[in-house]
């Protein structure tokens, strides 16, 4: 089978070495690896990573660090995505648990409209932040992804009218609602991810795509599905995201 990590952090693996990491998931089958970027410290070696063709950088300011962010910085986002054609636009956009929402709006904004006049997908981070969300949805460029899913099932069918793909880590395994949820999302918008090193099965270790099976197995049980089919269908899915339709 074979599998694409829409979403981890390759530049913040602290115990395990990433290319160690990188090198035994390809074993298994891992193809594509989508290395998000969250500040514009971490950039150049998101964009190292990518020299990698498996890895596909993307460039954005996470909502957690828009606090951070410098003056000109859009202008340096733009540069950079349009130095990598290959890359896509994030890990951007709104967490109500953090300060600054105000702020974490406008930054997103910013991210929304460069995916839109780049044509390049868009990776958004999205907790507690509903109506916010639901608001800015049907200006989300064509092709944008929630990642790692983890709300409630109405919170899905906004989302997916507006044409989003969801993306799911092991954190949808500890939702209570997470069969529904799985079944309510249409097959062809479904991608899966790690958002490694984070989201570890225990607290300190660090979470790699060699979990990737595994969630792809719990999955496929909770859609009664073949794990292969499912596999391959995620698959198409993932590439769509990443280079449109061909
Ligand atoms: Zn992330």
Redesign the pocket.
Known sequence: MNFSDM?I?LQDYKINCATDIINAAVKIGVNRFVC?ATSEKDWQAVKDFALNKRIIPAFGIHPWYVGDVEQGWEQRLKNILEQNPQALVG?CGLDGLKPDFELQKEVFDVHCRLAIELQRPLIV?AVKAVDALNCVLPDMPPRFMI?SFNGRSEHLRPIVQNGGYVSFSASILKNREGQKIIQNIPADRLLLET?GP?QGPIKGEEQTPMFLPELLAQIAKWKNQEEEELSAQIEVNAKEFIYGKQ
Do not use: V
């Open positions: 979403h952090h998000a890990e981070h990642h958002d984070y």
